[in-house]
């Protein structure tokens, strides 16, 4: 009852994970054991090959794609939790909606935990897109999200989830020009259906989705927001969140109580997003 109940209060609160490149989840041994699921390299948004008025119909020899044995690893090497206990004597005084309240604050923190760790990670979150566009702690304007659309439109990205993350200063910003501005309030007058998005979503600006977050890695003054589609990271959750509890003896007689979940992510294709400096 309590991992259900701390599941809905992570889910409200989380606005990174949801984002992210699901698809390979499936690829971990199908018992959930295990670690690492390797990808082998292949080529994906590039060109096809043709044959011309010179060639055509003449049964000429193909041209392969180049093979490749490399494999990139996406490995669950994260453990997020959240813990507390109490002495065993004071369990029975504790009111429903108390422990209710300590309950939806583990999942809360494990939530805003992962986000910030997607967003701020060097290596394989948000922190490590490149180019950069935009200017530390300035405000976003209409020129650097169509900076975004391009990039994303010359590498082939997908129109489909493209996603555009901002901190609550950062979407303040994009509020003060008014194209961006009708936008968003398109949600709000039936154009856009914003039932079924995750927390933290705003509306519609060019073909990103806009979502705020308040664990964006901080630059020098301003904030890291992120534009990008979603397979540029993949992510695989192997525990789900859950609670558990136990009568600890040794230590003295407490009962503990501990909410957690595992999981991994990987930066899979490197032109698919870009750093969105901003306030």
């Known amino acids: 009852m309590w991992s259900d109940k701390a599941s809905v209060t992570y889910r409200s609160n989380l606005v990174n994970e949801p984002l992210l490149d699901h698809s390979w989840e499936p690829e971990l041994a199908g018992t959930g054991r295990g670690n690492t699921v390797n990808v082998f390299g292949f080529t994906q948004n590039n060109a096809a090959r043709s044959r011309t008025s010179t060639n055509f119909g003449t049964g000429a020899a193909v041209t392969f794609d180049a093979n490749t044995e490399g494999q990139t690893q996406i490995v669950v090497n994260r453990w997020y939790y959240k813990a507390y206990r109490f002495p065993v004597e004071l ?161 003295g007689t407490f009962m503990e109580y501990i909410t957690y979940k595992t999981c991994g992510f990987k930066i899979m294709k490197t032109t698919f997003g870009d750093l969105a400096l901003g306030k």
Do not use: C, W
């Open 91 to 251: 369990e029975p005084q504790f009111t429903p909606s108390y422990l209710g309240r300590l309950t939806d604050g583990a999942g809360k923190a494990v939530a805003l935990q992962e986000d910030a760790d997607i967003a701020s990670d060097s290596t394989n979150g948000y922190a490590a897109f490149v180019p950069s566009v935009g200017t530390d702690n300035v405000d976003i304007v209409l020129v650097d999200l169509l900076t975004h659309q391009t990039n994303l439109d010359n590498a082939n990205a997908d129109k489909t989830d493209r996603f555009l993350v901002v901190s609550p200063a950062s979407l303040m910003s994009m509020l003060q020009i008014e194209e961006i501005r009708n936008s968003l309030y398109g949600k709000s007058i039936g154009n856009l259906d914003a039932g079924n998005k995750t927390a933290g979503y705003q509306g519609q600006v060019l073909n990103f989705g806009v979502y705020e977050s308040n664990n964006l890695a901080a630059g020098t003054a301003g904030k890291k927001n992120a534009a990008f589609q979603r397979e540029a990271i993949a992510y695989i959750g192997q525990i789900k969140l859950a609670m558990k509890s136990i009568l600890d003896i040794v230590n």
